[in-house]
C-alpha cells in the first residue's frame, strides 16, 4: 500500500485546509487510514482515523468537533477537513494504513504498517 498526502498550507488562526491522503496498491487490505501529527521533538499524535468499511470515525479530544475525517472508498482516498484551526495545530501531518483487523480503533502509531509522506500545516496568529 502506498499513501500519499496533499494538502498543507499556511492559514491564519480560524481559518481551514483540507488535507487528502491518496492510497493505492493493495488498498482492499486496508482496514483503518488513520491521521497523525508530529512536532520537532515530539512523539507522533493521533488525531484521526476511519474504518475503510463502514466509514465510522474517531476523533482525538484536541480536535474533536473541528476536525472531520471521510473517505471515498471509490477513489481510494481519505480526507481530513480542519476547520477552525489554532496556532497549535501548526506541524506536520501523515496518513496512515492499517491492514490488521482489530475490535478497537487503532490510535497508536506501532499498529499502523503503512505511512504517507507528512504534509506541513502551519497555522499563524
Known amino acids: 500500500v502506498q499513501l500519499q498526502a496533499s494538502g498543507g498550507g499556511l492559514v491564519q488562526a480560524g481559518g481551514s485546509l483540507r488535507l487528502s491522503c491518496a492510497a493505492s496498491g493493495r488498498t482492499y487490505n486496508n482496514l483503518a487510514i488513520g491521521w497523525f501529527r508530529q512536532a520537532p521533538g515530539k512523539e507522533r499524535e493521533f488525531v484521526a482515523a476511519?474504518?475503510?468499511?463502514?466509514?465510522?470515525?474517531y476523533y482525538a479530544d484536541s480536535v474533536k468537533g473541528r476536525f472531520t475525517m471521510s473517505r471515498d472508498n471509490a477513489k481510494n482516498t481519505v480526507s481530513l477537513q480542519m476547520n477552525s484551526l489554532k496556532p497549535e495545530d501548526t506541524t506536520v501531518y501523515y496518513c496512515?494504513?492499517?491492514?490488521?483487523?482489530?475490535?478497537?480503533?487503532?490510535?497508536?502509531?506501532?499498529?499502523?504498517?503503512?505511512w504517507g509522506q507528512g504534509t506541513q500545516v502551519t497555522v499563524s496568529s
Open positions: 476511519v474504518w475503510w468499511t463502514g466509514g465510522r470515525t
Open positions: 496512515a494504513a492499517d491492514t490488521t483487523f482489530r475490535v478497537q480503533v487503532p490510535v497508536l502509531p506501532g499498529e499502523y504498517k503503512y
